[in-house]
């Protein structure tokens, strides 16, 4: 298993641009997160998903939007970027099942916003 | 909504030292409550975990232990070698419907001294 893979690893946006950050796993997991991460902080909940077409905010999801189509991918949208979204990005997923807990992340988009 | 706070937000100890990092809660439904190491430039990696009806769980040289009634827990890592610098970060959740996602502290970088 590929576990959960992110695309790009790294992308420069200027003011007003949009882009789609990647998020897919190969765990038939139903649970899916955004988080941001920035510079010497924790990470921050954008949004989640609880399975296919269903979405839910987070802490922080305002300049974000999200989609879930199928299990496997739940991509993230920013459609005006802002230099205050300069940060990185990590996508996490975990099984509906309880007692198991863990969150598997992917390794990450790096934005930044100019 | 939840919030942590982690400390201190350096440490720096002797090879073959212990270390500990300390977290308070502040919302008395969390009852779950990871552990991440995160290596530079690299995603957050699960380390050890515990749940709200357990005080203390060890695995080799890391153990965690949770006081309750206090909203807090703490990270002990004994014996620590160079590969235990890293960031850690600590975090907290309610685990039983609702809102899901995990709230992070905002991380404490450990720096072991040889």
């Known amino acids: 298993n590929a576990g959960v893979t992110q695309t790009p690893k790294f992308r420069i946006l200027k003011i007003g641009q949009s882009m789609t950050l990647q998020c897919t796993q190969d765990?038939?997991?139903?649970?899916m997160y955004w988080y941001r991460q920035d510079p010497g902080m924790g990470l921050k909940l954008i949004y989640y998903s609880v399975g296919a077409g269903i979405t839910d905010k987070g802490e922080v999801p305002n300049g974000y939007n999200v989609s879930r189509s199928t299990t496997e991918d739940f991509p993230l949208r920013l459609e005006l970027a802002a230099p205050s979204q300069t940060s990185v990005y990590f996508c996490a997923s975990r099984i509906m099942t309880s007692g198991k807990e863990t969150q598997y992340f992917g390794p990450g988009t790096r934005l930044l916003v100019l | 909504g939840e919030n942590v706070e982690q400390h201190p937000s350096t440490l720096s100890v002797q090879e073959g030292d212990s270390a500990v990092i300390k977290c308070t809660y502040s919302d008395s439904a969390s009852n779950y409550f990871p552990w991440y190491k995160q290596e530079l430039g690299k995603r957050p990696q699960l380390i050890i975990d515990?749940?709200?009806?357990?005080g203390e769980k060890k695995d080799q040289r890391i153990a965690v232990t949770l006081n309750k009634t206090a909203k807090h827990f703490s990270l002990h890592i004994t014996e620590t070698q160079p590969e235990d610098s890293a960031v850690y970060f600590c975090a907290a959740k309610y685990s039983g419907g609702g809102a899901d996602g995990l709230t992070f502290g905002k991380g404490t970088h450990l720096i072991i001294q040889p």
């Open positions: 515990i749940r709200s009806n357990v």
């Open positions: 765990m038939n997991h139903n649970y």
